[in-house]
């Protein structure tokens, strides 16, 4: 029987339920670890990757490699969630701010991506870029 990741530490439940309070976010290793510093925890970042990776692998946590200068987002995905719509981003060029957008419209376009031009698109690894509401609003003072 293989156990890697099956192996369940009281460090791992608490990120399990850290990540639930914050599903439908997209966070990093620093917010994890950062969440519980706050909250005066000993979890080392070491032991946040890995156990991010671990759920990644048990397909608990989803993971986004949004470019190659910002680090891995991770995503909650509670079990009723899976296989319910795909997650694309949306970056701004100025600010950095990270958009994820669940919505049917982007299905629709993968669907026509892949009817229309042959060509399966990974929502994972799909990102817009662009300017935010923010920072587009900048240039019109």
Same mark, same amino acid.
Do not use: W
């Given at each position: 029987?293989?156990? +890697?990741?099956?192996?369940?530490?009281?460090?791992? &439940?608490? !990120?399990?339920?850290? $990540? +639930?309070?914050?599903?439908?976010?997209? !966070?990093?290793?620093?917010?994890?670890? *950062?969440?519980?510093?706050?909250?005066?925890?000993?979890?080392?970042?070491?032991?946040?990757?890995?156990? $991010?990776?671990r759920l990644v692998d048990e397909g608990l946590v989803t993971k986004y490699i949004v470019d190659a200068?910002?680090?891995?987002? /991770?995503?909650?995905? =509670?079990? *009723?969630?899976?296989?319910?719509?795909?997650?694309?981003?949306?970056?701004?060029?100025?600010?950095?701010? $990270? !958009?994820?957008?669940?919505? &049917? %419209?982007?299905?629709?376009?993968?669907?026509?991506?892949?009817? *229309?031009?042959?060509?399966?698109?990974? =929502?994972?690894?799909?990102?817009? /870029?662009?300017?935010?509401? %923010?920072?587009?609003? %900048?240039? +019109?003072?």
């Open positions: 029987m293989n156990s +890697k990741g099956k192996y369940k530490t009281k460090q791992r &439940e608490d !990120i399990v339920e850290y $990540l +639930k309070t914050v599903s439908g976010e997209h !966070i990093t290793v620093s917010d994890v670890y *950062e969440y519980f510093r706050s909250k005066g925890a000993s979890v080392g970042q070491t032991t946040v990757y890995r156990q $991010l990776e200068n910002s680090p891995a987002c /991770f995503e909650y995905m =509670p079990p *009723e969630s899976h296989g319910k719509g795909n997650c694309f981003h949306c970056k701004c060029e100025k600010c950095g701010k $990270l !958009i994820h957008l669940h919505c &049917e %419209e982007m299905d629709e376009m993968m669907s026509h991506m892949k009817l *229309e031009h042959g060509f399966v698109l990974d =929502p994972k690894r799909t990102v817009f /870029f662009g300017l935010c509401d %923010e920072c587009a609003g %900048e240039g +019109k003072q």
